[in-house]
């Protein structure tokens, strides 16, 4: 598995799609708003959820699976092709997969924003 915040894409990972800054911060100040009940957010509650958020980041191992009835051959040329390349491919559950590992670990499906 890889560290998301080893992956080339940026969001890889991420806990949220808001790409600027600022709306991304008025978001958060807007949640935590209504959390304390319209108290004043400060600075440093805003600056700890990004440092909260590059943690998340850089403790979150993924790894990326397909999910379909019939092989992509798509998918092996994206993930296994070239020179030294090598691929496995894997018929299981959701379940299986978890007692598999072993320990905690979180799988869900993930969605695509453009």
Known sequence: ?????????????????IEDSDKYDEALIEYYSECLEGKPVSEELIKNEHYAIQMIRKNSFLSCWFEGSYESIAMWRLYASGKDAKGVAIKTTIGRLKKAIGRYVEIGRVDYID
């Open 1 to 17: 598995m890889t560290r998301a915040d080893k992956f080339e894409d940026q969001f890889e990972g991420a806990v949220c799609a």
